[in-house]
């Protein structure tokens, strides 16, 4: 008795395998015809590295995919993933919990970049926290991503928020400008404004490029409603984006000027969702 029933469980676990194999085989064929896919982005820059490596050298063409690039402004990324006209978008996970919270049907897939590219950019007198204690630093309000890289600069420094004045200038160009007009000592700067204020002579007290913050910084996001009509256009173009990462992490590519390490891509690649 016992062996019939061993013998009929056999049958069935190969009758169930084949018959997902079945199902893999049709769903690989009825989507094999999906070749092009969009992916957006907020803003050209060496952060996406990962999305223009994979499209350049081809990696995207590996598994039957046509890209097309678009940069969009003023948030329009989100707008055009939930209508369709984008399948992926690259943009900080921060904007993705945003929009999904306002009761946008958008999901991340993919982290392409951790840690924080973000620096405490000082006037050339202040060499220590020591001289920096009491001055001004300019930030973007008290809840945002530079105010976050303040503390985290701070700290490095062993000093509190308490020991310096942010002050909420505004946008990075904005910060930047500050900072070469003497309006403040000291402003918290990404790239390129990092580069461009080490050029006219000021100081990176701290930098959080190399320290590996544990901090998602960049992300692959889609549409809900896409998930399901092109779940092997996901597969496939979500397979590349590894790739890319180590083709950037092997090579050292930007690296330098965009705040990626061998810990910010490439090894440290997450699906964060399937």
């Known amino acids: 008795m016992m062996s019939r029933i061993k013998q009929f469980k056999a049958r069935l676990f190969c009758m169930s395998g084949t018959a997902m194999l079945g199902a893999c085989i049709i769903t690989s064929s009825a989507h094999s015809q999906i070749r092009s896919i969009v992916i957006g982005e907020g803003v050209r820059g060496a952060i996406y590295l990962p999305a223009y490596i994979a499209e350049e050298k081809g990696f995207f063409k590996r598994r039957e995919l046509d890209t097309k690039i ?33 009761g946008f049907p958008v999901k991340m897939i993919i982290g392409t970049a951790r840690g924080l590219n973000l620096a405490l950019v000082v006037h050339p007198s202040i060499r220590s926290a020591q001289d920096l204690r009491g001055k001004s630093v300019a930030i973007t ?9 303040l503390l985290l600069c701070l ?5 509190t928020k308490d020991q310096v004045v942010p002050l909420n200038i505004g946008g990075k160009a904005a910060r930047f400008e500050a900072l070469l ?22 100081r990176l007290l701290v930098d959080l490029a190399p320290l590996d913050v544990p901090y998602l910084r960049n992300i692959v996001a889609v549409a809900d409603t896409s998930c399901a009509r092109t779940r092997a ?9 590894p790739t890319a990462c180590s083709f950037i992490a092997t090579r050292r590519i930007g690296m330098r000027r965009s705040g990626f390490s ?12 399937r």
Not at 155 to 159: I, S
Not at 184 to 202: Q, R, S
Not at 233 to 241: K, V
Not at 262 to 273: E, Q
Request: aromatic content about 8%; some cysteine.
């Open 181 to 202: 007009s003497n309006g403040v000592p000291a402003a918290i700067l990404d790239p390129p404004y990092t580069t461009m204020a080490v050029k006219e002579g000021y």
């Open 262 to 273: 061998r810990n910010t891509c490439g090894s440290h690649w997450k699906r964060t969702a």
């Open 155 to 159: 700290k490095e420094l062993a000093m």
């Open 141 to 149: 309000g008290f809840s945002g991503l530079p105010y976050t890289g």
């Open 70 to 102: 678009v940069t969009f402004s003023r948030s329009n990324d989100i707008n055009a993933l939930v209508s369709g006209d984008i399948q992926f978008d690259l943009t900080a996970p921060d904007k993705v919990i945003h929009s999904a919270l306002g």
């Open 233 to 241: 256009r996901l597969r496939a173009s979500s397979a590349r984006w």
